[in-house]
């Protein structure tokens, strides 16, 4: 037989084995013959297949093009976020850390009393970076990815939801490691009673619920993470199986200087003192890790608006010439960016944190 998956879980692709034990993977799909699947369906269910060249059990009987969306618009092979990208958080990448990459690492180490909890929620005000530590979490676990925003799974998949969801669960069975990303999971898992919900819907949520329990306490390397900016909005079924709640606040004032200055200084626009960075930092108490990425996008086009004022055309603006970022543009675009979360909203996050946070 012929392992498919790299020492990591990465892609090998696969080898032509002499028995053509992987040429028609399709015939062993219900109701599926060969000629209907288009190449890059066989390629991506051909990746799927174990040594033995079959699909395995739990993508059986599942639609080739369902797999095959999970395979290429939902897994993410390279996500591309270390730590070291995101700003402040310490507290929650320690503990992240313990609970969740060492023991992806050395399952042999956590098991029987330290075997880990396979839920982990992340909640807190939008654009804190609770994305980012997903994609960190499967970037140093070496871990393949999975991202869906449950509101996709509730609009666009209306009807299909539960087979999408299986789907999801099957293909990160096969990839494992595995780190499953659920964006905005209350929209999934709320507690508002079924007055309108389809009936579609709630038997997706119990697939859902399914197959967490289906991974808890096996011995699938799967991880499910949840983020959240409405945690109060998740039932108590859903609570118990997202052992671990952390509370992901908004950034600190360090942080927010660090995301100014590293995005400034990665175009070589940074040109602040200490002293402009501590104004900046006062004057954004309350912007979000995404708010700051904002302000300093519209901070940067301040030079490039100044030339133009004067009359310099933009055909002729000379890179080379152009000013850096200064506290002046800051202070202009504070005026146009303002921070997207509320004082309001952070004492619902506070109390929530305090009522079932980890941390709290
Ligand atoms: P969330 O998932 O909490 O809504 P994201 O992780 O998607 O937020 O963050 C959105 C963007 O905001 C990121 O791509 C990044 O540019 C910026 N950002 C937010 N928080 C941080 C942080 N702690 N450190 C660095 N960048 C951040």
Redesign the pocket.
């Known amino acids: 037989g012929i392992s498919r998956r790299g020492i990591r879980g990465n892609f090998v692709p696969p080898i032509k084995s002499n028995g053509s034990n992987t040429g028609n993977i399709s015939s062993r799909m219900a109701g599926k013959c060969d000629d209907t699947l288009d190449e890059s369906t066989k390629k991506c269910l051909e990746f799927l297949c174990g040594p033995d060249g079959e699909l395995p059990e739990k993508l059986r009987n599942l639609e080739p093009r369902l797999i095959e969306h999970v395979s290429n618009e939902i897994m993410d092979k390279d996500p591309n976020v270390r730590w070291d ?5 310490d507290h929650a990448k320690v503990c992240v850390t313990e609970m969740v990459i060492y023991p992806l690492q050395r399952p042999d180490i956590f098991m029987g009393c330290r075997s880990p909890g396979r839920g982990l929620l ?1 909640f ?1 005000p ?8 997903g994609k960190a979490i499967a970037g140093e676990a070496k871990a393949t990815f999975f991202y869906i925003s449950a509101s996709s799974l509730t609009s666009k998949w209306i009807g299909e939801g539960e087979k999408l969801v299986r789907a999801l669960f099957g293909v990160a069975s096969c990839r494992q490691p595995a780190v499953i990303f659920v ?1 905005e999971i209350d929209s999934l898992l709320s507690q508002r009673k079924s007055d309108g919900e389809h009936e579609s819907s709630r038997r997706m949520k119990t697939q859902f619920l399914i197959e967490m329990e289906g991974f808890d306490g096996g011995n699938e390397q799967i991880l499910l993470i949840g ?1 959240t ?1 409405r945690p109060q909005e998740l039932d108590e079924a859903a609570r118990r199986r997202l052992t671990k709640r952390l509370y ?1 606040p908004l ?1 600190s004032s360090e ?1 927010r200087a ?2 100014a200055r590293s995005l400034l200084e990665k175009d070589g626009l940074f040109k602040l003192s200490n002293e402009e960075m501590d104004i900046i930092c006062n004057l954004t108490e309350g912007y ?3 708010d ?2 904002n302000l300093v996008k519209d901070a940067s086009m301040g030079p490039l608006r100044e030339a133009l004022r004067q009359g310099i055309e933009i055909t002729k603006l000379k890179k080379e010439d152009m000013r850096p970022v200064n506290l002046q543009d800051f202070k202009n675009s504070l005026q146009e960016v303002r921070p997207s979360v509320s004082p309001n909203e952070l004492g619902t996050y506070e109390q929530w944190n305090k009522q079932f946070g980890s941390l709290a």
Request: glycine fraction near 18%; proline fraction near 7%; charge should be neutral.
């Open positions: 990208d995101i700003a402040g958080l992340l807190g939008p654009g804190t970076g609770k994305t980012m530590i964006d983020a900016n992901i950034p942080a660090w995301i979000s890790g995404s700051m990425k």
